[in-house]
């Protein structure tokens, strides 16, 4: 929560009555802590409200300059600087150092980094705020909330998420004190659990015999043993060894083993004096196999993932050496945003590069390509790499290709099939009124019709009961049976009527329904079944977000049998704008797309030339932006 910095807002001193409720909140959270003793009166206290990168209002009390407590959603949490004064008010798991860097960075602990020492794992409970230290010291470095039980971690063989990090020793939060080191502290639980014939001894030897030495967890955590060989008999404690290496990356999601070493990576293996023989990169597979951990994978490192194969898919398939030179933005419209598998949206804002250019730069020190900046802020690609490993492994995904894409072989993919134009048909189904009309016909109640069969029934009746007007043959004569059928009580009653008129009120007395036939590869059949009422039409809206910012909203779009992620994958690749998929509120409504702009133009050619269909089915087209220059 904390490992970026964050704005704070306010900071002022705390007054009494803040004081003595926050006792209350503490008193009734935490009750093994002494809300008099952590709360003194005469010592000088003030809160913070800060708002954390992720956007979240965090109040932040500070005792003595310290923080001590941190309040997120009505729920007060201790940091570092209180349990190190307090060190047994919350149970605690042991980590390894190398796992507590990573944790400063924003990641979570895993089970595989967890400790199980020989006394066992303490009680905590599912959603249960507890505390993490290292072997060396009980004075926790990081607090949490369990994402299972302790029972639960060893049923699930030590695999998955343990718990989620809220603060840690070393982020922005304990930067705000006076960033103190953890004290030794001897553990708790280690001492209670000493027997009576040991309790003579000295506790810190005690401690120190519960706790294994870290390299030795470290060695038995590697699950393949034969994979990794180190040349050397014993492994150095503070050398970081593949196995230490092997270890973070079990500990971590998988996204946060990016630093490691690659198994590819010969001379980074030799330089750590280890030979590679069944793979570096499948022994962290191994360890990481609990498929669960691959949920835990942070967003910005799956963009990071998805950008990194658009521009391979691009260097191997779209440019050409033609090309070159290439402006920056026109390389992400028209060579990156196509090559994004069309069951995801590529957003670059949304990765850990947060730019482009920032991006580009990353990448020419891969040596993927090289860019050279013309004058200030215009960018070009002036060369590519095709000859680099990483284009020339890269394999183009089965079903990920578009219509434009380059194979080797120089024949253009066509993967998508015909989208013909949708075809809406109307019915009437009989009503009990008009039962009586109809059913001359064969129609019996609750049977659909369409508007042809209506007309032919009635004009049937007409002529079966010979009731056209003999004097003039645009009238028809009612009798009882046509007359209560068309007419409203509330209506004066009449004896003739017009046929077009007939044929109205008919209409008007029948449910109408609809049926929508998609001619399309794919589509379920159930949407080429009879329903009721008016079909709606597919509705865009405009919104003005924070920032004077519009937005185009399209839903109703699976009426008609669009994917709303294909749909909203071609208007990004169009309009070279972001777009979302999000579920509208209730349940069974429905997706929305929503796209960076007024886009209503680009939305209304999609849906008529691609899609093909009617303008009548499209609402909201008056909202396009007004062409014309500004006077």
């Not at 603060?167 to 705000?176: A, E, S, T």
């Not at 503070?238 to 630093?259: F, H, P």
């Not at 208007?571 to 209503?600: C, D, E, Y």
């Amino acid at each position: 929560m904390f490992r970026k910095d964050f704005h704070v807002k306010s900071n002022i001193a705390i007054r009494g009555s803040d004081r003595r409720k926050l006792r209350s909140n503490l008193a009734e959270q935490l009750p093994s802590l002494s809300a008099d003793e952590v709360i003194p009166n005469k010592d000088a206290m003030t809160v913070k409200k800060v708002f954390t990168h992720a956007d979240y209002t965090v109040m932040v009390y500070c005792l003595n300059g310290d923080p001590v407590f941190f309040e997120w959603e009505k729920q007060l949490y201790p940091t570092v600087y209180l349990l190190w004064k307090y060190p047994g008010i919350l149970p605690c798991l042991i980590t390894w150092p190398p796992v507590l860097d990573k944790m400063v960075g924003g990641a979570d602990l895993m089970l595989p980094g967890v400790v199980v020492p020989s006394f066992g794992l303490p009680e905590i409970a599912k959603r249960q705020l507890c505390a993490i230290c290292l072997p060396d010291s009980g004075a926790p470095v990081a607090i949490g909330i369990a994402t299972m039980s302790s029972a639960d971690m060893i049923a699930s063989g030590m695999k998955g998420k343990g718990v989620q990090t809220l603060h840690c020793y070393k982020d922005f939060l304990w930067k705000q004190g006076s960033k103190s080191n953890p004290p030794t502290i001897p553990f708790p639980n280690v001492q209670s659990t000493l027997s009576e014939e040991d309790s003579g001894a000295n506790p810190q030897t005690n401690e120190l015999s519960e706790v294994k030495p870290p390299t030795e967890d470290i060695q038995q955590l590697t699950l393949n043993s034969t994979s990794v060989h180190t040349t050397d008999s014993a492994v150095e404690p503070n050398s970081t060894s593949i196995n230490e290496q092997q270890l973070v990356a079990a500990t971590l999601a998988e996204g946060d083993t990016a630093e490691l070493p690659a198994a590819s990576d010969e001379s980074a293996l030799e330089g750590d004096g280890v030979t590679e023989t069944g793979g570096a990169a499948g022994g962290t597979e191994d360890v990481l196999e609990d498929e669960e951990v691959e949920d835990d994978i942070p967003p910005a490192v799956k963009m990071d993932r998805l950008l990194y194969q658009c521009l391979l898919h691009s260097l191997k398939c779209k440019v050409k050496k033609s090309d070159l030179p290439l402006l920056t933005s026109t390389f992400y419209k028209n060579h990156i945003l196509p090559c994004c598998p069309r069951n995801q949206t590529l957003d670059v804002k949304k990765s850990s590069y947060k730019k482009f250019s920032k991006f580009l730069q990353a990448m020419q020190q891969e040596h993927l390509l090289t860019v050279k900046t013309e004058k200030k802020g215009v960018d070009n690609v002036v060369d590519i790499d095709r000859s680099h490993p990483d284009v020339r492994a890269f394999e183009i995904p089965e079903g990920d290709t578009n219509d434009e894409d380059e194979v080797q072989g120089g024949k253009p993919t066509n993967s998508e099939a015909v989208w013909s134009s949708p075809e809406i048909k109307e019915f009437f189904q009989v009503t009990t009124k008009m039962l009586p009309v109809l059913k001359c016909a064969g129609y019996r109640q609750g049977a659909w019709m369409t508007a042809e069969e209506v007309r032919k029934a009635v004009t049937d009746y007409v002529k079966q009961e010979e009731l056209a007007d003999r004097t003039d043959r645009r009238l028809v004569v009612l009798d009882p049976v046509l007359h209560d059928a068309v007419m409203k009580k509330t209506e004066p009653s009449t004896t003739h009527l017009a046929w077009d008129k007939l044929f109205t009120r008919s209409y008007r007395e029948l449910t109408r329904g609809h049926q929508l036939v998609l001619g399309n590869p794919g589509i379920a059949t159930e949407n080429q079944r009879m329903k009721k009422g008016n079909i709606e039409p597919i509705e865009l809206k405009i919104q003005r977000k924070a920032g004077n910012k519009l937005v185009t909203l399209i839903t109703r779009l699976e009426t008609f049998g669009i994917d709303p992620k294909d749909f909203s994958h071609r208007i990004q690749k169009g309009v070279s704008a972001s777009s979302s998929v999000s579920a509208l509120p209730g349940q069974g409504q429905g997706q929305q797309v929503l796209v960076q702009g007024n886009q209503v133009n680009y939305v209304d050619k999609l849906l008529t030339e691609h899609y093909k269909l009617p303008r009548k089915y499209i609402r909201g087209l008056e909202l396009a932006p007004k062409s014309g220059k500004r006077r």
